[in-house]
């Protein structure tokens, strides 16, 4: 019998981030900390000016979607140095609440158990940030909650590492309903000035080191298996599906090349439209759609392919839509016959339309 090969070592988290370029804070999360900031007094006009945000003081609780993650650093920063508060990003993660993780905090309340909400969140905190990735590990009967980041060395970093988990260990609570005794909390960052080890251990309750080489919390493994309070299970398959969704089309955002994102969005017009051909878009660009093909390829991808992924994120999008009906959806995507759509729908997701639809409801 032959030996199996190793298995290939799993990917350090931080490899699941995309480029600094890229990196971004949706701004339903970056709310929390800007509630925050002028909860406590401070002038948000100010503020942005000193972290160079002007969005933030034209409109300040109208968020971009987006807001870059060095910006967002730079906010918490700036608000600590000017509330001379060593707590702010302990304050911004108490606060946090299901709201902050409004790209996926949904998923993690249909969770079952501690153990699947932890999971969950490792899964898909990049739809709410790229400030960081977790990961979850049991050694000798304890769980540990690591969370890495590669921003640790900008004025801020204390902040926001304190921030995110802070907000972690609340909104578990809130997720459980009932406090979470931790064993350990160790910071990657050092405390400014005067604040030391025993000050946070008082303030929090446990055991707290800084300077360690991660940062992480420790607790007993078996409340992995603790239920979450008033989880409704029946909801989760529905809502990681459209949370999957979501972080595909992020994915891509990050790694696809520019023209291949272009083309997304022109498909999806010409559906609107009608009908979305390769014909159709070479001639938008001034290319021969043998020219296209070729771009496309270089890429990795087909227009056949561009096609199928359009409409079936397209059709989860309309379906969630009650005003429109099957007939309707098949329009908008392109489809000539209802029949035609209720075939490919069924090969996308395993069941036809009418059924998927009820099951979001």
């Known amino acids: 019998m032959l030996d199996r090969p190793p298995a290939a070592p799993e990917p ?11 990196a971004r804070v949706v701004g339903a999360y970056a709310r929390t900390a800007v509630e925050t900031a002028q ?9 942005a000016r000193a972290c160079d945000w002007p969005a933030l003081a034209q409109q300040p609780l109208q968020l971009p979607e987006a807001v870059p993650v060095d910006r967002y650093i730079a906010f918490l920063h700036e608000a600590a140095r ?9 304050e911004v993660g108490r606060r946090m609440q299901l709201s902050t993780f409004a790209s996926y905090g949904l ?9 699947s909400a932890l999971l969950q969140t ?39 590492v304190e921030s995110v988990m802070m907000g972690i260990y609340s909104f578990g609570h809130w997720l459980v309903g009932r406090q979470l005794p931790l064993s350990h909390l160790r910071f990657a960052h050092v405390p400014a000035e005067a604040e030391t080890a025993a000050w946070y251990s008082q303030l929090l309750g446990v055991p707290v080191e800084f300077g360690a080489a991660v940062t992480e919390a420790r607790f007993p493994a078996a409340l992995l298996d603790l239920p979450l309070a008033n989880a409704d299970a029946s909801m989760f398959p529905a809502l990681a599906q ?3 969704a979501r972080l595909s089309a992020r994915l891509r955002e990050t790694q696809e090349p520019a023209l291949v994102q272009a083309l997304r969005q022109d498909i ?35 227009f056949s392919q561009l096609l199928d992924e359009v409409r079936k994120e397209l059709a989860q999008r309309y379906l969630r839509q009650p005003e429109l009906s099957l007939t309707d959806v098949a329009f908008l995507l392109g489809f000539s016959e209802q029949s035609n759509f209720n075939h490919a729908f069924k090969l996308w997701f395993g069941a036809s339309p009418a059924a998927w639809r009820a099951r979001q409801r």
């Open 122 to 160: 490792q899964r898909f905190e990049g739809l709410a940030h790229d400030l960081g990735r977790s990961e979850l590990s049991v050694e000798g009967g304890m769980a540990v909650y690591r969370w890495h980041s590669p921003w640790l060395d900008r004025p801020g970093a204390d902040q926001l």
């Open 107 to 115: 998923v993690l309340c249909a969770c079952p158990d501690v153990r």
């Open 82 to 90: 000017q509330l001379g508060h060593r707590r702010f990003g302990l």
């Open 268 to 302: 999806a017009a010409q559906l609107m439209q009608g009908r979305a051909t390769l014909a159709l878009l070479a001639e938008s660009r001034q290319l021969s759609a043998r020219s296209l093909q070729r771009r496309l390829a270089e890429s990795g991808h087909s």
């Open 39 to 47: 909860s406590l007094g401070l002038d948000l006009a100010d503020l």
């Open 242 to 244: 459209a949370a999957e």
């Open 12 to 22: 350090h988290p931080l490899q699941r981030l995309p480029s600094a370029a890229q």
